[in-house]
């Protein structure tokens, strides 16, 4: 694939977590077998599920508002700006408990899509 510039305009979006499953926006900036780098963008009051990934190490940068991002029962406060790793076997959970959008990214090696098991 040819160099590009990437942004959520012209990459791969999903929808995922919330109440409804779709509350949440998800942006495939790298997709390769061995690199993923995700923009997402949570909504106040929104979750993910609680989960592990065997293989994929995960890292956690806030661009805007405040992530809590739950890790192995413990709360991190993850201001814009700062970014929490997660290790493979660690139990995580994303959670926007402010009441601002949280934007981040989300970057897994290898991939975390198929890697995951709940917790």
Known sequence: MPTKIIDTTNAEHYKWGG???TDCD???LVKTEHLSVIEELMPPGTKEER???AK???FFFVLEG???LEVE???F???AGKGVEVHPGQAHQALNRSGAPV???VTSQPPSHGDRTAA
Do not use: F, K
């Open 19 to 21: 109440p409804s499953g």
């Open 26 to 28: 998800g942006w495939h």
């Open 51 to 53: 989960h592990a990934h």
């Open 56 to 58: 994929s190490r995960q």
């Open 66 to 68: 405040e992530l809590t």
């Open 73 to 75: 029962r413990h709360d």
């Open 77 to 79: 406060v993850i201001a």
């Open 103 to 105: 934007r981040m990214v």
